[in-house]
């Protein structure tokens, strides 16, 4: 902000928008707070509907749900179903169980269809083993019509783009893909790392748990683009959600098994993978 002022930029909504999202992603608490105090203090600048979504998002992240709660209340209108997404969605994130069945009620007093609500409290509930109450989200969803989008992510090779989703056996490369994964699987567990199977949506045994996991979508894409292209070659992933924690641990040791980069767009942001590590630094 300081910058631009010295270069006499104009700031205006928009501006704030990209910083308030900005310090959201890297967890940057203070200095979004900061900034948005500053708007209407220092810049004449009334914060709309979508400043807010961003504070109560950076808040969430970072584990001040309370704060957040009560940011909402002291707000000069009433909450909107995005502002009330953006604090589920960090129910998720933390196992705020008690809270997230709030939230989504109040999500869907406000928009009956809205999918963001039903998906990510039944992601809560099977994140917690609470599969009777998954259960009656997906059912309340298949009632009312409402459909979750399915994970998809793609890569392109030689010019021509490949997409995966979750098992998918459909591709011509399948069995090498997976032969490649289940190599991987084991080189990865002799460096550590152990799936977590909070990210499984489905009532399984842990091994059962452990296969699904090792056949996400990224996954898939990363292992075609592993066998499709050189050493050396950067992978460019495109997931349509947000990357899993599971997967997003996976790849980081994949990365540093394969000497590659691998760069994924989620529905969130870039991550950069190289040598074990991400460019978000684990917070998404």
Request: hydrophobic share 40%; net charge neutral.
């Amino acid at each position: 902000i300081g910058k631009m002022q010295m270069k006499g930029m104009k700031l205006d909504h928009t501006t704030f928008i990209s910083v308030l999202s900005a310090c959201s992603h890297l967890g940057l608490v203070e200095e979004g707070c900061l900034y948005f105090n500053s708007m209407n203090r220092d810049h004449g600048i009334t914060p709309g509907v979508t400043h807010y979504v961003c504070i109560i998002d950076l808040l969430g992240r970072a584990g001040s749900l309370e704060e957040a709660e009560f940011f909402m209340k002291e707000m000069p209108f009433q909450p909107t179903a995005a502002m009330w997404v953006a604090l589920l969605a960090a129910c998720r994130i933390h196992g705020y169980v008690d809270l997230a069945k709030h939230t989504a009620e109040c999500i869907l007093e406000l928009e009956s269809l809205n999918v963001a609500a039903f998906v990510l409290l039944s992601n809560i509930y099977a994140a917690t083993s609470m599969w009777d109450d998954r259960g009656k989200v997906r059912k309340m969803m298949n009632a009312r019509g409402v459909k979750k989008e399915s994970g998809c992510s793609s890569i392109e090779v030689n010019g021509q783009m490949h997409s995966f989703a979750a098992e998918d056996v459909s591709h011509p490369q399948t069995k090498a893909i997976y032969a490649l994964l289940k190599r991987l699987s084991g080189q990865m567990a002799d460096e550590g790392y152990v799936a977590d199977t909070r990210f499984v949506l489905h009532d399984v045994d842990d091994e059962q748990k452990e296969i699904y996991l090792s056949y996400h979508s990224e996954k898939l894409a990363i292992a075609f683009g592993l066998i499709n292209t050189s050493a050396g070659t950067t992978i460019r992933i495109i997931k349509n959600l947000r990357v899993c924690g599971d997967c997003h641990m996976a790849t980081k040791f994949i990365s540093r098994i394969s000497r590659r980069e691998i760069i994924v767009r989620d529905a969130n942001r870039f991550h950069h993978f190289k040598d074990g590590f991400c460019s978000c630094g684990d917070y998404w």
